[in-house]
Every structure is written in structure tokens, then in C-alpha cells.
């Protein structure tokens, strides 16, 4: 069974980073990794996706530039790095694991079978 764990979240002010964790265990290396978030009042949305070796990522248009996902197989972990976070990317983030992943470059939440409970981020004006 997948377990996904994120952390990492927080309060930090307009310009800031944060780097979200998510530690992943019953999965093997063939999954792709996804990170997605809601903000609130609205849907869950689409913010990075890494593969399963690592060489082939994909960015929504509203983080490019500023966030970049990365994973360490031998950790089992998926990073997503945030800087010059905006109050509009306040929102709950979420981890995603898929083993058969399409490959699409912007891939929607039902492209991802196993998630994690999620993890807080606010960035203040």
C-alpha cells in the first residue's frame, strides 16, 4: 500500500521560500511524483510533476521559473522547492504518486491513484 507523508509547510511572507518533502514508502522507482494544491475556495490544481528517473519534469504555467520538483530514489522523497512565493500560491499542497503515469505535461488529479493528507502553505503580503 502507498503511503505518502508531506512536510515542510508553513507560514512565510510574499518573496519567501518554503521546500515541501514528500516521503513515499510502498512505492517503487517506476512511480512518477506529482505535487498539487487547493487553494481555498477553489479546486485542486496542477503544480509539478517529476518522472520516475528524475530526467523529464513539467511545471504549471503560474510556477515556472519559481518552483522546481526534484526526488531522491535512494530516499524514497519528492522535494518541491518554492521561492519567490506569492500570496496567491497560498493553498493546501498535496503529494501524488501514479506507477502509470502518461507522461503528460499537464497532468489532472485523476492521472494520480495514491496521495498524502496534504500539507499547509501561506504566504502573508
Known amino acids: 500500500q502507498v503511503q505518502l507523508v508531506e512536510s515542510g509547510g508553513g507560514l512565510v511572507q510574499a518573496g519567501g521560500s518554503l521546500r515541501l518533502s514528500c516521503a513515499a514508502s510502498g512505492t517503487g522507482s517506476n512511480y512518477a511524483m506529482g505535487w498539487f494544491r487547493q487553494p481555498p475556495g477553489k479546486e485542486r490544481e496542477f503544480v509539478a510533476v517529476?518522472?520516475?528517473?528524475?530526467?523529464?519534469?513539467f511545471y504549471a504555467d503560474s510556477v515556472k521559473g519559481r518552483f522546481t520538483i526534484s526526488r531522491d530514489n535512494s530516499k524514497n522523497t519528492v522535494y518541491l522547492q518554492m521561492n519567490t512565493l506569492k500570496p496567491d500560491d497560498t493553498a493546501v499542497y498535496y503529494c501524488?504518486?501514479?506507477?502509470?503515469?502518461?507522461?503528460?505535461?499537464?497532468?489532472?488529479?485523476?492521472?494520480?491513484?495514491?496521495w498524502g493528507q496534504g500539507t499547509q502553505v501561506t504566504v502573508l503580503p
Open positions: 517529476i518522472n520516475w528517473s528524475g530526467d523529464s519534469t
Open positions: 501524488a504518486a501514479e506507477p502509470r503515469y502518461t507522461g503528460s505535461s499537464y497532468p489532472s488529479t485523476a492521472d494520480f491513484r495514491s
